[in-house]
């Protein structure tokens, strides 16, 4: 039904092994509904070497905050001057001994003091094929609706690092699936979606342990 565009780059860090922590932590940072930060807490639950400490969002109303809580994840809400503080954000990071930053559907950029204290470990799914829909404006279901008047034949998600430029990013992984013309977008959305929940957590574990290689 789906067809890897990009395999998982092999991507080693130049880490000392001798310094390598026993429990990689993520920190899911979320906007809405939260089905792929629920799907990333369940996938690693109970694993002894991945731990998600924290989720935070820059919405107070948004459903992945419920999500977490129910899982037994503290959630922290921040907005917009908190982000762009690293007097706010870098003490709570470190506080959660933060190791990676995984952007499940949140909205926000993130800054650059955010991107050069985490190179590399700041990771973002995005529901498109890039560079295709990509850019500012280019989220949730805006995406579906552009691939939708392009009539594209396929369409798929993307996992990449973040940059300081929106969606441009080193790609990691992409996945793409085959639309029909009579495919609405609420059909392309759920086609996407699907692959989001395949595929989202197994790139996220790859990256990890290939960190500790």
């Known amino acids: 039904m789906y067809k890897i565009v990009k395999k998982l780059l092999s991507l080693r860090h130049n880490a000392n092994r001798n310094d390598m922590k026993a429990t990689m932590h993520l920190v899911i940072f979320v906007s809405g509904g939260g089905t792929n ?5 369940r996938y690693f639950e109970g694993r002894p070497d991945v731990e998600i400490p924290l989720v935070v969002s820059n919405r107070a109303d948004a459903y992945a905050l419920v999500r977490a809580e129910r899982l037994g994840v503290p959630t922290r809400v921040i ?56 850019g500012k404006g280019m989220w949730g279901h805006h995406v579906h609706e552009a691939v939708k008047a392009a009539g594209e034949q396929e369409t798929g998600m993307t996992v990449h690092y973040v940059s300081p430029v929106c969606d441009g990013g080193e790609i990691i992984a992409q996945f793409a699936t085959p639309l029909l013309p009579t495919d609405t977008v609420d059909d392309i959305a759920e086609r996407e979606h699907q692959l989001e929940m395949e ?14 290689s």
């Open 199 to 212: 595929h989202f957590p197994k790139v996220i574990d790859q990256l990890i342990q290939n960190s500790q």
């Open 37 to 41: 930060c629920e799907n990333l807490i």
């Open 79 to 134: 907005d917009r001057a908190q982000l762009n503080d690293p007097d706010t954000m870098l003490p709570l990071l470190r506080e959660v001994e933060a190791d990676w930053l995984v952007l499940a559907g949140f909205l926000p950029l993130i800054p650059d003091y955010l991107i050069e204290a985490y190179p590399r470990r700041i990771v973002n799914l995005h529901p498109a094929l890039l560079p295709k829909f990509g």
